[in-house]
């Protein structure tokens, strides 16, 4: 019976010396692959998540206020490129204000330079106080009313609505 079971596997079937031991062996057999086969499939899929992009872990309020401490300086030191530096680059950035959306990176880099930083054009200070930071997933965050995102090692704005501070 040995020899016929060392042959039998090697041809990936099982002989029994019986009807019932016959199947028995064979749904064992049965099983067994298939388990060996979930196995695989969990490796695989662990493998899989292993090597999906990696999103650094930080902290998400201390870099953000960071950022928009920057972000203050260089709108406040009238450095536009600096200060655009933290948009996101791309045509779906958005912008809201006085109930009119403006959309793209371009549009709203435009916008800046005619209205706050052309020659003769007054800016108020910028500063931000009181900040709260609430991440939504690993790579968003909301604070204020910037929705941001983590691109890299970097954090950058994706859609900005701003009003006015009421003067005192």
Not at 101 to 110: E, K, N, P, R
């Amino acid at each position: 019976m040995a020899r016929a079971i060392s042959r039998g596997r090697s041809r990936g079937t099982f002989r029994g010396c019986g009807g019932h031991h016959e199947r028995y062996v064979g749904a064992t057999c049965k099983l067994t692959r298939r388990g060996v086969r979930g196995v695989w499939c969990m490796v695989a899929i662990g493998v899989a998540a292993c090597a999906a992009p990696k999103i650094p872990l930080g902290d998400p309020q201390a870099e953000i206020a960071a950022m928009l401490r920057r972000s203050a300086a260089d709108w406040n030191r009238g450095d536009l490129e600096g200060f655009m530096g933290d948009y996101a680059r791309d045509s779906l950035t958005s912008y809201m204000s006085g109930g009119h959306v403006q959309y793209g990176w371009q549009a709203l880099h435009d916008r800046y330079q005619a209205v706050y930083f052309a020659p003769g054009k007054h800016r108020d200070s910028l500063a931000f106080e009181e900040l709260h930071v609430r991440p939504l997933t690993l790579d968003l965050a909301l604070a204020f009313t910037l929705l941001l995102q983590k691109r890299g090692d970097r954090w950058q704005i994706l859609h900005d609505h701003t009003s006015a501070d009421p003067k005192p």
